[in-house]
């Protein structure tokens, strides 16, 4: 009987020996390498934090971009405007944020000439 004592002990220390090592392995962290999904919150509208104005009588589109420090060609663009001559009383026009002054100027670019009207010249005044 001691050959079967001495096997099942063996075979208990055997299996315990293996338990304890299996025991000491802490397991890895899973690291995930699929593609993730990045959902993008709804940003709120523009819309909401534009100035909004309405026309009064006797307003021109220069004297409401003078007002607020817009670009008249800004605000034109801002309201689709196709003819920036004809604004009514009561229309409703959003504003655009004014320039950042950090950017700089604003790139200009004059204005085509006819090639049938005559040059200019600077008129000077001389006293005889």
């Not at 025991?23 to 940003?43: E, F, H, M, W, Y």
């Not at 605000?75 to 004809?86: F, G, H, S, Y």
Request: net charge negative; aromatic share 4%.
């Amino acid at each position: 009987m001691t050959g079967v004592k001495f096997r099942m002990v063996s075979a208990l220390l055997l299996t315990l020996g293996m338990l304890a090592c299996a025991a000491d392995r802490t397991p890895k962290p899973l690291i995930n390498t699929s593609p993730s999904v990045v959902s993008k919150i709804a940003a709120p509208e523009e819309e909401e934090f534009r100035e909004k104005y309405v026309v009064v009588r006797g307003d021109t589109l220069i004297a409401i971009s003078d007002r607020f420090g817009i670009d008249l060609n800004d605000l034109v663009r801002e309201n689709n405007i196709a003819d920036p001559t004809m604004i009514y009383v009561g229309q409703v026009l959003l504003i655009p944020p004014p320039p950042d002054e950090a950017d700089g100027p604003l790139l200009t670019i004059a204005p085509p000439t006819d090639p049938l009207l005559p040059t200019l010249e600077p008129t000077t005044s001389s006293v005889p």
